[in-house]
């Protein structure tokens, strides 16, 4: 099954955006789109998300600057839980109601944006009391909790998990970051993101683009969803160490691999070529980027 939302993000800013901040904030929403995918079925009983489709439908670069996504899931649903799920699937369909599951969508991807800005704070602050952009996470939680029937702890649990390592967990700094960077470099400008707003006080709240870029670790990290990767060492008793890949869309080299939580060495054992979802982590020698590490993060296929 397919289906297909919308995501709007409009900034409310007085003056043109460079065209820097905007590459950034539509990679940005990429990510968290992505990171949403991944964090669905984890909120939704019995819902497996098999790939996604990201289009970017309208960039409108005067003030305010718009831009408006296509974010197309194609979903299965685990047979033996269909008649369980309450809410969130049509009774014996398996079909998404997709009013109340659009409202999961832009709901978890805020989780996601507003739990990186807890993550910018942490990397510049350290732990500190809470702000109005902590504040507005706690009211997103209770509303998935009241969307999803997950209780907040729980919600909390799953993104605990999947940014507990130190490269996610920055790397989802830097995505919001990057997100917020057109409003923040405009005295704060207020946000929408599909009609809801975020104002100047809460967008403040979040510490500026510049400050994380220096306080943060100095190996960058880009994420790549669907990629192929040609498999040249393997070690099927480790996930962290004796695995090697060439990543085509990244370098010719061969990487370092590294299998991340949800991915066995079982899983690709003996096979030649995998395409998934992966996290190339780069060093920074002087103004070029070289890439050192590759993270897999899910498999979606073999060729």
Same mark, same amino acid.
């Given at each position: 099954m397919e289906h297909s939302s919308e995501f709007s993000v409009r900034y409310l800013t007085e003056n043109p955006v460079p065209i820097r901040e905007i590459i950034e904030s539509l990679q940005s929403v990429e990510t968290i789109l992505n990171e949403t995918a991944r964090l669905l079925p984890n909120v939704i009983d019995g819902l497996q998300v098999e790939r996604i489709n990201i289009r970017v439908r309208e960039v409108a670069q005067e003030s305010p600057l718009r831009e408006l996504f296509i974010f197309?899931?194609?979903?299965?649903?685990?047979?033996?839980?269909?008649?369980?799920? @309450?809410? $969130?699937?049509t009774e014996f369909t398996g079909f998404v109601v997709p009013d109340r599951f659009d409202t999961i969508v832009t709901v978890l991807a805020l989780v996601i944006v507003f739990y990186g800005a807890g993550a910018i704070k942490d990397l510049v602050f350290g732990k500190?009391? $809470?702000g109005a952009a902590e504040n507005q996470l706690n009211g997103l939680l209770d509303e998935l909790s009241l969307a999803t029937g997950k209780p907040v702890k729980v919600l909390r649990g799953v993104l605990e998990a999947r940014y507990k390592d130190k490269t996610l967990w920055t790397r989802l700094a830097n995505t919001t970051s990057?997100?917020?960077? @057109?409003? &923040?470099?405009?005295? %704060?400008? @207020?946000?929408?993101?599909?009609q809801r707003r975020f104002d100047e006080n809460i967008i403040r709240d979040i510490p500026a683009e510049f400050v994380v870029e220096h306080e943060s670790q100095k190996h960058? %990290?880009?994420?790549?969803? *669907? +990629?192929?990767?040609?498999?040249?060492?393997?070690? &099927?008793?480790? +996930?962290? %160490? =004796?695995?090697? $890949?060439?990543? @085509?869309?990244? %370098? *010719? &080299?061969?990487? &370092?691999?590294?299998?991340?939580? =949800?991915?066995?060495?079982?899983?690709?054992?003996?096979?030649?070529?995998?395409? =998934?979802?992966?996290?190339v982590l780069y060093d920074r020698l002087g103004v070029e980027l070289v890439p050192r590490e590759v993270h897999l993060e899910r498999v979606i296929g073999f060729s």
């Amino acid at each position: 099954m397919e289906h297909s939302s919308e995501f709007s993000v409009r900034y409310l800013t007085e003056n043109p955006v460079p065209i820097r901040e905007i590459i950034e904030s539509l990679q940005s929403v990429e990510t968290i789109l992505n990171e949403t995918a991944r964090l669905l079925p984890n909120v939704i009983d019995g819902l497996q998300v098999e790939r996604i489709n990201i289009r970017v439908r309208e960039v409108a670069q005067e003030s305010p600057l718009r831009e408006l996504f296509i974010f197309s899931l194609f979903l299965a649903f685990q047979k033996q839980l269909e008649q369980e799920v @309450p809410d $969130a699937i049509t009774e014996f369909t398996g079909f998404v109601v997709p009013d109340r599951f659009d409202t999961i969508v832009t709901v978890l991807a805020l989780v996601i944006v507003f739990y990186g800005a807890g993550a910018i704070k942490d990397l510049v602050f350290g732990k500190g009391p $809470a702000g109005a952009a902590e504040n507005q996470l706690n009211g997103l939680l209770d509303e998935l909790s009241l969307a999803t029937g997950k209780p907040v702890k729980v919600l909390r649990g799953v993104l605990e998990a999947r940014y507990k390592d130190k490269t996610l967990w920055t790397r989802l700094a830097n995505t919001t970051s990057g997100f917020f960077a @057109p409003s &923040k470099n405009q005295e %704060s400008s @207020p946000v929408e993101v599909n009609q809801r707003r975020f104002d100047e006080n809460i967008i403040r709240d979040i510490p500026a683009e510049f400050v994380v870029e220096h306080e943060s670790q100095k190996h960058p %990290s880009r994420p790549f969803t *669907d +990629t192929l990767l040609e498999i040249h060492a393997q070690d &099927k008793d480790r +996930t962290a %160490s =004796g695995w090697y $890949a060439v990543i @085509p869309e990244v %370098s *010719d &080299k061969r990487l &370092k691999l590294k299998l991340m939580d =949800g991915v066995s060495a079982a899983e690709i054992w003996q096979r030649d070529n995998v395409r =998934g979802d992966v996290t190339v982590l780069y060093d920074r020698l002087g103004v070029e980027l070289v890439p050192r590490e590759v993270h897999l993060e899910r498999v979606i296929g073999f060729s």
